[in-house]
């Protein structure tokens, strides 16, 4: 289950050198071939077509609509798109550079005109202003302090401070707070129901209970020879059977799987059918380290102690899954290594019960257990259950819905728990959204779990200003030894893999965050 969507530049993360001009991404490990169409499903229906509201189609506002970078994070690098480069003479100020061949489609009301400096600062100005917009709008509310826009193809964006993370793939190469529409569109608040960009696609069809179609435009995209594929359908299946039978008929091109048993068998349909797999976002168990029990270290410390956390990937994960560290191990680069991570989980009853002891708990109290009502998170708490039980801490599982309970009223902005766990809840694609979760002033996510540690804060705060590739993961190493040593209160359980069939005709681009999609280089032989 995931509950916060990718993209928040709330969270801004991510270093990037002084000044960059490259303009190569990630790239298939075979040559593309243009053509086709690509069918896939959506599981839900969608309400609009608005890029930067809730409720709108993932398939228009990545398609349709621009952004000036993305970010590699395989290489840990920025992906530019319509800007050909950026440079950053002093370390608040950037300076984008949009390619000539930057064009609006040619439909009303743009009519292929170029993209200007102009139309991206009013576009982001309309974002913000929007009472509805998501709430990705920290990168231009709370870290800019102006723009500017000198000339038709040169953006200036000045922050307030200088922030490695505002560079990331939560900051200017967000996929939503960086995306740019026609300011007529936002002028006549037309954009929930017309979708007229800069982007690699134009729409031939929506009808957000039945059918998105969108379609290469004719007039090609920012000077590349991308997007490979021509044609993208996606349709409405909301039955999990359903979607199955469709992708066995050859109907669909790829889908992802609910696990690794559903991967099996969707292998079994036919030989040509592959199976993909990568890690995912990890399980977490959030301790409320405000108030008691969870306040005094030791009994933090007694469930790090007493935790399987190879039971837990086994019956949760059914094996599919790695230890993962404050920094998940997608994030190879800044994760520590598995093997001192699983030193950091002993599964050492005697020395949990010990620092329950030392530390005064009362092992007859009965600690409400709130969870998110998704199976897997069922199975994940059930084993945390007995696992804690174990050790003597007595847990009552208190099962919400995900949404309107679970991630609004037990998390989020009013803490509302003592202890909490979910299959899966955040998501990011660098190494300091992790670890904001347990910084005193973590943003987007937040520090749900109410905890302070001044040495780990001021590493963090550190980081953050260290341009320096190597120094800063030197630093972020570091940090996550620290939390380990002081029992941070969230804690990532391990890494799931995740698991997504396709017919071999189909080549995806995997493990590039945003760009690989975003920047359309997967493709299928026609």
């Known amino acids: ?55 709108g189609s993932d398939q228009v506002r990545w398609n349709v609509y621009d952004r000036l970078v993305l970010w590699d994070y395989n290489n840990d690098r920025p992906d530019f798109i319509a800007a050909e480069s950026y440079e950053t003479p002093e370390p608040t100020v950037l300076i984008y550079h ?67 993370p505002i560079f990331g793939p939560h900051g200017i190469a967000g996929p939503i707070p960086s995306t740019f529409a026609p300011p007529e569109l936002w002028a006549n608040d037309q954009l929930a129901s017309k979708a007229v960009g800069s982007g690699a696609y134009t729409i031939e069809k929506f009808d957000g209970t039945s059918e998105i179609v969108l379609v290469a435009r004719p007039d090609g995209w920012n000077g590349f020879d991308r997007p490979y594929i021509t044609r ?44 993909d797999k990568q890690l995912d976002f990890p399980a977490i168990l959030m301790l409320h380290a405000g108030k008691p029990p969870f306040a005094d270290p030791r009994v933090r410390k007694a469930i790090y102690a007493g935790l399987n956390i190879r039971d837990l990937i086994n019956r949760v994960a059914l094996g599919e899954a790695l230890y993962s560290s404050f920094v998940p191990p997608y994030l190879a680069a800044y994760a520590l290594p598995e093997q001192e991570v699983k030193q950091r989980f002993p599964n050492d009853i005697k020395t949990a019960r010990d620092l329950l002891q030392a530390a005064g708990y009362d092992t007859s109290q009965e600690l409400e257990f709130k969870y998110p009502s998704d199976p897997t998170s069922q199975t994940l708490v059930e084993t945390l259950q007995q696992q804690l039980a174990a050790i003597g801490i007595k847990t009552k599982l208190i099962p919400q819905d995900p949404v309107t309970v679970w991630a609004t009223q037990t998390v989020g902005t009013k803490k509302n728990f003592t202890i909490t766990a979910a299959s899966q809840y955040t998501r990011g694609q ?30 963090i705060e550190k980081s953050r200003t260290e341009f320096n590739r190597d120094a800063r993961l030197d630093l972020i190493i570091d940090i996550q030894r620290k939390l380990f040593d002081a029992a941070a209160p969230w804690i990532n359980l391990y890494a799931p893999y995740r698991f997504s069939a396709r017919w071999n005709h189909y080549h995806p681009v995997l493990d590039t965050g945003y760009s690989g999609t975003l920047g359309h280089y997967h493709w299928i032989e026609t």
């Open 1 to 55: 289950m995931s509950v916060v969507g990718c993209g928040s530049e709330d969270d801004a993360r991510e270093e990037v050198p002084s000044e960059q001009t490259a303009t190569s991404g990630p790239t298939p490990t075979k040559g593309p071939r243009k053509g086709g169409e690509l069918r896939i499903a959506l599981a839900a229906p969608v309400g609009h077509m608005h890029p930067q509201q809730a409720g």
């Open 98 to 164: 949009i390619r000539a061949e930057a064009n609006w489609q040619n439909l009303p009301p743009v009519n292929g005109r170029t993209v200007t400096s102009e139309d991206i600062d009013l576009s982001w100005k309309y974002y913000v202003a929007d009472p509805k917009a998501t709430g990705a709008t920290a990168i231009h509310k709370t870290y800019t302090a102006r723009r500017e826009t000198p000339e038709p193809k040169v953006l200036v964006q000045v922050f307030k401070a200088p922030s490695v």
């Open 232 to 275: 993208i359908t996606q349709k409405v299946i909301t039955d999990e059977a359903a979607r199955a039978a469709a992708l066995r008929a050859g109907q669909l091109d790829t889908l992802v799987a609910r696990d690794k048993v559903q991967a099996d068998e969707f292998k079994s349909y036919n030989p040509r059918i592959v199976i």
């Open 430 to 459: 660098d190494a300091d959204q992790w670890l904001s979760n347990n910084y005193k002033n973590g943003s987007g996510n937040g520090n749900f779990c109410d905890w302070q540690n001044p040495e780990t804060d001021a590493l």
